[in-house]
């Protein structure tokens, strides 16, 4: 990967947030001893420095009834040295659409000599364990874990903690080319390279989305929901700098990766309004406008990386009412964080309301929030989950036997 660094990086607090990076090979071919430790404006970032990156890092996979032939492809995408886990989400019944998603799995494994692991957010026992360690927040009034993107997400982070690794990406299960899954996972693992603190974090801007218009391929480069989430958070970043700014380039961005360190530091929201709260917890807790809770972070730095990536982004078309659903979410965690200042907060009600997502008489729902994951008790969750495949597994690869 030969990949520029970031040519403007504004600081807030400990957040080093970079501008947008130009991606110009994709494979810059093996180390020949001719690259030089200094920093240059363009870095190239050889394959053996991203394969040593792939076999620490998990890509987690959240699926919900998303057609087979495109996990399959989004499968074959993730390089050899990473290990995929797929939270899943899919109905079980009438049509065990999770067994199938397993039995692709089993197939990829065996074809391709991995490993991976393979949970159902509904398993009881995974939400028996959250119970037993008090992680209540992820459970429904019924004692299951509730239905979501994000929720899947954090499962498959503390798996992949349970199996010590020491990075984590995700990629959508809908995408159609397996080629640019392929590529935001080196991107991934070139932010890593580059970056040099242990709470990193990466985040891909879709170089385009192909659309068809008047019968004829067009490649949009920025849809509805990112323009909009864009321009929010900027509008937030800027409040508190005293300059306008077009920093935030990736506010939705689902493909993103962190360091285990920072996933661990960070606290989340719910389903789709996840990423957007990603950058809002990040200035609420190392951007130095509030008491940071931990002061450990506050003395290194925080190091996000935009990249643009070459690859269009082909996923499945959602509706205008998901299309409106991701935006009230987006805007609801901008909107009640203690950050957000009052004149943001009118704009946005009033952007709400003209949407018609809310009514003029009604306040902003409130997000539901998860508690940061260093808080569990990692020992507790797996002796409660060991009698699963995926705990099983886990611990295979942990004592070397596979
Ligand atoms: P968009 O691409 O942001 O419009 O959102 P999608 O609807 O494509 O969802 C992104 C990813 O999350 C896809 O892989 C979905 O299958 C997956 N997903 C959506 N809802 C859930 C859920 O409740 N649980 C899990 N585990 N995954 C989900
Ligand atoms: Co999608």
Redesign the pocket.
Known sequence: MRIELPKNVERFGAICFGGLQKVFELDSGIENGSITKNKHIIERIPYHDLCNIYKEMAII??????RLRLLDGVLCGIPHHCLPII???SPLEPNNRFAMEEDALGDFCTFTNRNALIAH?KDPRLAKAFAEIGYTEILDGNGNVR???A???LIGTILARLAGKKYIGFV???NYFPGSVEEYIREYASGFTIGSSPYTMVRIAWHSKPKIIKSKLFFKKWGRTSSYTNKMLNKLIGHYTGFETEIVKTG?A?EHAMTMDLAMVLDYSSG?SIEPYHIVNLLEKFGGILESPLSEVMKRKVEVFQIGSRNPHL??V?NED?IDR?LYLATQVVYHSPICPEALKDELKREMVSRKLVKSNEDMAKPSYFPVLSSIDYDSFMKSIRSTPYAKMIHKLLSGKI
Request: aromatic share 4%; hydrophobic share 20%; net charge negative.
């Open positions: 996979i959240p699926v919900r009834n998303e939270v899943s989400n957010q239905d979501g993107k929720e899947g997400m959508d299960a809908d939705n689902g789709y996923h499945e959602g998901h991701m």
